[in-house]
């Protein structure tokens, strides 16, 4: 019984370094993560009449600033927040603003790496989303509070699920990769395969 309990360990050990994983894709994470700040910022507010929002994502650049006035003018709504933009026409906004002065994504993967001679190429995953800004009553300019949110989460990846994961519009979704070689990915792993091979059959050979 023993020996089966063991022998079951490794099987399903086995199969969980060779069955490929399914990771979520950078924008949804980035989009998650954005999310949770900005839920954050808004739910320690404490004052009722801060109900309506205008989000100024002027300072970003031009993909920035409509990425974050559609994630956050979507996420703030489901809150029961009115939501305006700083491309919306008004003359005399009285609500609160949402001054964005930065927003910041920082993804990096590790070196490439394997488990096992047969199994699939990994990879760490590192991802930092930060946004800086402030908030402020829009009709008398007093400052309601800084927002410096920051959320940062990591797993581990397939490196062929690469170019999957960072499909987007969007450049902040493409990470940095540690420069490796088609050498060190792909033959390596053969190689040592291949020497281990050797060193079994030599090692039954002498012994008969």
């Known amino acids: 019984m023993k020996?089966?309990?063991?022998?079951?360990?490794?099987?399903?050990v086995f199969i969980a370094l060779i069955i490929p994983l399914y990771a979520q894709d950078n924008l949804a994470l980035i989009d998650s993560l954005t999310r949770e700040i900005a839920f954050e910022e808004f739910s320690s507010l404490t004052d009722p009449a801060?109900?309506?929002?205008?989000?100024?994502?002027?300072?970003?650049?031009?993909?920035?600033?409509?990425?974050l006035n559609l994630l956050l003018g979507n996420a703030l709504s489901e809150k029961s927040f009115t939501v305006y933009r700083n491309s919306d026409p008004f003359s005399a906004f009285e609500g609160t603003t949402f001054k964005i002065s930065e927003f910041n994504v920082v993804l990096?993967?590790?070196?490439?790496?394997?488990?096992?001679?047969?199994?699939?190429?990994?990879?760490?995953?590192?991802?930092?989303?930060q946004l800086f800004g402030q908030l402020f009553e829009s009709k008398?300019?007093?400052?309601?509070?800084?927002?410096?949110?920051?959320?940062?989460?990591d797993d581990e990846i397939l490196y062929?699920?690469?170019?999957?994961?960072?499909?987007s519009p969007y450049p902040f979704t493409q990470g940095i990769l540690s420069d490796i070689s088609?050498?060190?990915?792909?033959?390596?792993?053969?190689?040592?395969?291949?020497?281990?091979a050797v060193l079994i059959y030599l090692f039954f050979s002498l012994r008969t």
């Open 3 to 12: 020996n089966l309990l063991t022998n079951l360990h490794i099987f399903f």
């Open 50 to 67: 801060v109900n309506s929002v205008l989000i100024d994502a002027s300072a970003l650049d031009k993909t920035n600033s409509v990425y």
């Open 108 to 129: 990096v993967y590790s070196k490439p790496y394997t488990k096992s001679f047969i199994g699939k190429t990994f990879l760490k995953r590192k991802l930092v989303v």
């Open 140 to 153: 008398s300019g007093r400052i309601i509070k800084p927002v410096k949110g920051e959320k940062s989460f």
């Open 160 to 167: 062929d699920e690469l170019e999957n994961i960072e499909k």
């Open 182 to 196: 088609n050498w060190q990915i792909y033959f390596e792993p053969l190689v040592a395969l291949s020497s281990i």
